[in-house]
């Protein structure tokens, strides 16, 4: 395995800073922002330096009950070669629910939620996770995931789950410190435990980010600096293996490079506080067991994970009823932060909605997100939002609602709408 030393995560706000940072050995990229035919110059420019790039996938799904979509294993693969990349790396999570394998609704989270600690749920992951590895090719680590509840009935802990899947499988792990910190906080799982009972012979790399706590419960913000305590789980972490890779993320909210770089030789000096202490210390990471012989999952299994996680995501997408076992108030804290990262990320993709509304912008997507499920990606949502805002009436200001119509009419495309209702929305908007 590469040993890839210190990094951070590539972003586009901070890629003067980041190309400017001494003693950075890699970066990882958000593989969905980047497109291999048109690679920012940042990146051009940190590969012609010997600089690492790593594509993180975010869109995959490899803990839903549907196989992997070809379409997107295709994307993830080409990345990866367009970026010269020794691995890729995607997230034990499912993003999606419903569709034909669960005969309801199809249903996008527009995040990464948990995949159910069980035996179905780690049959179809091992499945899928072979799945991805043959399309890839390069080798494919997956990362553990922040989760603010529990599914009811688990039957295994998180290290359990996790050596598993890399027993079964193969595939590298690549551990998210502050993930089993957020963890500690909303589950009281004790993330000495978990790193005992991982597999860290399969280790690709670790992840460090902030974040921040509120009524008890520890969000992953990415925008935060790193905690002291997320730092110590990194300590424990070195203490017990040396990481072929440590990387700062930060996805909000950036601070002063020199802030950026401080943190850094705060993770530098936790991973050499860990090697001071270990018993046995370790070179590099050995290759990981020879994975199992893999067994074809029953369509059964995949079909009891999906209505599963049909229902939980209808719930906090749709607002239908919690299922059976589930903590309500978490579900509604997990729902809360689904809609805001669904106004966050679509001011982002569409950054003009914010500048039309004003003020107003956020509270009019979060009351819009209430009834209305993302049904085709965040773009799609922003034309959902901007129709569902005029077609309601409720732009008090005319220039504001001018500006709205014409940024609609310009992106919702030339063709006549399918149905009646469209053809007279367009008539009712062009003639206001």
Avoid at 2 to 29: H, K, N, Y
Avoid at 262 to 291: F, H, K
Wanted: hydrophobic share 45%; charged share 25%; net charge negative.
């Amino acid at each position: 395995m590469t040993r890839l030393g210190t990094g951070i995560g590539w972003r586009p706000e901070i890629a003067d800073a980041v190309e400017r940072m001494p003693g950075i050995d890699w970066v990882e990229v958000v593989a969905e922002n980047v497109c291999p035919g048109h690679l920012p110059d940042s990146l051009l420019r940190l590969r012609e330096r010997g600089v690492t790039v790593v594509p993180h996938g975010v869109s995959l799904g490899l803990g839903g009950a549907d196989r992997p979509d070809e379409g997107r294993l295709t994307a993830l693969a080409e990345r990866a070669q367009a970026l010269g990349s020794p691995l890729v790396t995607e997230h034990i999570a499912f993003v999606r629910a419903g569709g034909p394998l669960t005969a309801s609704p199809h249903l996008e989270a527009g995040h990464l939620l948990p995949v159910p600690r069980t035996r179905d749920a780690l049959d179809v992951l091992c499945e899928n996770v072979r799945i991805a590895q043959a399309a890839l090719p390069v080798p494919l680590a997956v990362e553990n995931i922040a989760a603010l509840f529990a599914w009811p009935g688990e039957e295994m802990t998180e290290g359990q789950f996790l050596y598993e899947l890399a027993d079964r499988t193969g595939v590298r792990l690549l551990i998210d410190v502050a993930n089993l910190h957020t963890n500690h906080v909303n589950r009281g799982e004790d993330p000495a435990e978990a790193l005992a009972e991982l597999p860290l012979e399969a280790l690709a790399y670790v992840h460090v980010a902030g974040g921040f706590e509120r009524d008890g419960v520890w969000h992953d913000s990415h925008a935060h600096p790193v905690p002291r305590p997320v730092l110590d789980v990194l300590t424990d972490l070195a203490s017990r293996v040396s990481p072929p890779g440590v990387l700062l993320e930060r996805d909000e909210n950036f601070p002063e490079p020199a802030e950026l770089e401080r943190e850094l030789t705060s993770i530098r000096q936790a991973v050499a506080e860990g090697a001071r202490t270990r018993t046995a210390p370790v070179a590099a990471v050995a290759e990981p067991a020879r994975p199992q012989s893999p067994v074809a999952v029953p369509d059964a299994a995949r079909q009891r994970l999906g209505l599963a996680q049909a229902a939980l995501l209808s719930a906090l997408v749709a607002g239908t009823p919690a299922p059976e076992g589930f903590d309500r108030v978490r579900l509604g804290v997990q729902a809360r932060a689904l809609a805001a990262k669904r106004a966050d990320v679509v001011a982002k993709v569409a950054p003009e909605l914010p500048l039309i509304l004003g003020g107003g912008y956020r509270s009019a997507f979060l009351a819009y997100a209430q009834g209305h499920p993302m049904r085709g990606g965040y773009r799609q949502d922003a034309l959902d939002f901007a129709e569902q805002v005029l077609l309601g009436g409720r732009l008090a200001e005319e220039r504001a609602g001018r500006e709205l119509r014409t940024w609609w009419l310009d992106r919702s495309g030339p063709a006549p709408r399918p149905r009646s209702r469209w053809a007279r929305m367009g008539r009712s908007l062009i003639g206001r």
